[in-house]
């Protein structure tokens, strides 16, 4: 699958508001993004590596150029095929976990098998495979930062994803949770085959990525690869 791209961004532009108000959050970005890489995306607040993300994920749509996923271009979507394309292909993680407070971390990982109408049956299974199997029936207030951000993983990886999409998934963590964090999407990435990419501003997580791309005022300004055999020899970025 090395030679594989899920993404392809070609001249993509995302502005906000209009005439002289006008912001440009993306500037005429091009991207090739393979198949099961593990991308960090770096940047300071601003840069725009939180508006590609929304526009990977179908959240955002671009003002011009085009986006596509497995050929089929998101930019032509409407609401409903977008609301589909994020239920069955895309897994998120927040910096901010954005868990259900009044339901335990099994029912927060068993909603999102019902809205993905995946077997309920794997919420167990998932909170197993982040280490908190016994911590099942507990509340979202009665976790650590570090457990709610390995319930929002299994939250997000129960439907098997073919891409996870993380915005500053330790930002709110210590150092220490922040790397077993990492530690596990790094396995979701080798074990599932998932696509994981994730924006931060710490450039500390390029070590893990196959693929770091820096980003400043909207466009991306240099990328770097990292030894992986699986790693095609040039970067499309």
């Given at each position: 699958m090395k030679n594989v791209n899920i993404y392809s961004l070609k001249n993509v532009t995302k502005r906000y508001g209009e005439n002289e108000n006008a912001?440009?959050?993306?500037?005429?970005?091009?991207?090739d993004i393979r198949k099961g890489a593990f991308i960090v995306i770096l940047g300071a607040s601003g840069s725009g590596k939180s508006t590609l993300l929304n526009i990977l994920g179908g959240i955002d749509q671009c003002t011009s150029g085009?986006?596509?996923?497995?050929?089929?271009?998101?930019?032509?979507?409407?609401?409903k095929r977008l609301t589909a394309f994020r239920k069955e292909k895309i897994g998120f993680v927040f910096q901010h976990y954005n868990l259900i407070a009044n339901l335990t971390a099994l029912e927060n990982v068993e909603f999102a098998c019902e809205i993905s109408k995946v077997d309920r049956g794997r919420a167990k299974d998932m909170l197993g495979r982040v280490g908190l199997s016994h911590r099942g029936d507990h509340y979202p207030s009665e976790l650590s930062g570090g457990e709610q951000q390995r319930v929002s993983i299994a939250r997000a990886i129960v439907k098997n994803p073919t891409v996870l999409l993380c915005d500053e998934p330790t930002g709110a963590l210590d150092v220490k949770t922040g790397v077993a964090v990492l530690g596990i999407l790094k396995t979701i990435n080798k074990e599932d085959g998932a696509t994981v990419v994730t924006v931060t501003h710490n450039a500390d997580i390029c070590r893990i990525a196959d693929v770091t791309v820096s980003m400043r005022?909207?466009?991306?300004?240099?990328?770097?690869?990292?030894?992986?055999?699986?790693?095609?020899?040039e970067i499309d970025w």
């Open positions: 912001v440009t959050a993306l500037d005429n970005v091009s991207a085009k986006v596509l996923f497995e050929k089929q271009d998101l930019s032509r979507y409407g609401g005022d909207g466009r991306i300004i240099e990328q770097k690869q990292r030894g992986n055999p699986n790693m095609p020899d």
